[in-house]
């Protein structure tokens, strides 16, 4: 994980939050690379969410909802941690994860294990963020920062059903922030205060909710799959009876093999009508589906796979990350699958000063920037260029030398396989686009 830190920071995928001011834990910035690359693997979920079906519509609900919705949901009075205090440190620890945390003293061991460890018995503790709405500290309202997208869902079910025409079995789906007050330290982007989550709520006839219930686990599964993460570091982990959920009959957890072991990638929960049913008794509104042929009526259960989109870049760039030896040098380079790199490819004059070759492939660039995410860069040695750009995982480096000016003819350095061949400068467009299309396998070893 430190490497993965280090160039994160290194090459500006993501730097600590508020560095200047000693930082805030469990919080973090994302740089230009770091946007781009959580970019595409949002807009990678929602074409296989919503552009690529006709069963699943968008939406985008406040962060700030009614303070009932939180109610209702459960949330207020069960979204919490259990932590116990240990009155000798003064450190504070998740009381089910003990033998996960270090104790504050030295030698450290597990909290409770050290002679002057003096814990206090658990406590719950709500994880939701709270706020006021309304221009006086006291007498606004208590709101809450969502610590779910999914309830922003759930309130919208008529709303939705009603306007998008759709009958179960369909789905809404959202991308957007999330807020918890978590207190356990953060292994880097895996846990931390505020995330994006991809959340997908699926409406279904009740009969129908155990069928589409496997249905998403497979569906959800070969998204990671088709984005390049090596089936030896995916696995589908049903939840025991004691770890679901109150409103939760079924739920597996997708997890990935981070460098801190098999963890939640994302969840995928048959969550019955419990929060539809909910909505409906405390607001009065009927969240239910109406056949207008019929006259059938029903409260619809849901599948829903919930993900993590800085949980699932920390998992590429970690299936991505590798170090290798070419010609006797060291080299780090992300195998990202094409489709997520933050840039496509680089367009590099070999000669900087030359200015023909400049203006080559300047003009390659300006082309090629219209359709493709690309650079340019002319700083450096070309062993260096070469480097930095497999250092942030560009697929494809095309390089503008002097046999260019003859015959119009570039050369294409494929970032895994080190090949290079000469492509037309006039074809190249089309060769970067056609090879994104192709399917994609990570070439790192298991
Ligand atoms: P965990 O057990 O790790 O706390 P969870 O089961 O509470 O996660 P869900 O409520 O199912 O998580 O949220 C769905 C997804 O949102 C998770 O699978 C994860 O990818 C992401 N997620 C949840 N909490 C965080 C967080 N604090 N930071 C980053 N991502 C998170």
Redesign the pocket.
Known sequence: MDKIVSLCRRRGFVFPSSEIYGGLGSSYDYGHYGVLLKENVKARWLEAMVREREDIVALDSAIVLHPHVWEVSGHVGGFTDPLVDCRFCKKRFRADQLDAAQCGQRPSKHPGEAPDCDLTEARHFNLMFETRVGPMEESGTKVYLRP?TAQGIFINFKNVAQLARRKPPFGIAQVGKSF?N?ITPGNFI???LE?E?MEMEFFVPPDEADEWYRYWIDERRAWYLRLGIRESHLRVRPHDADELSHYSSATSDIEYLYPIGWS????IANRGDFDLTAHTAASGTKLEWVDSGSGERYTPHVIEP???L??SMLAFLCDAYDEEEVAERERTVLRLHPLIAPVKAAVLPLIPRDAAITEKARALYEQLRRSLAVEYDDGGQIGRRYRRQDEIGTPWALTVDEQTLEDDTVTIRDRDSLAQERIPIAGAREVLLDRLDEPWQSPKAD
Not at 264 to 267: Q, V
């Open positions: 779910e918890r978590e895996f846990r931390t995330f989550q939640e990638l994302e969840g919930a993900a993590g800085n949980r």
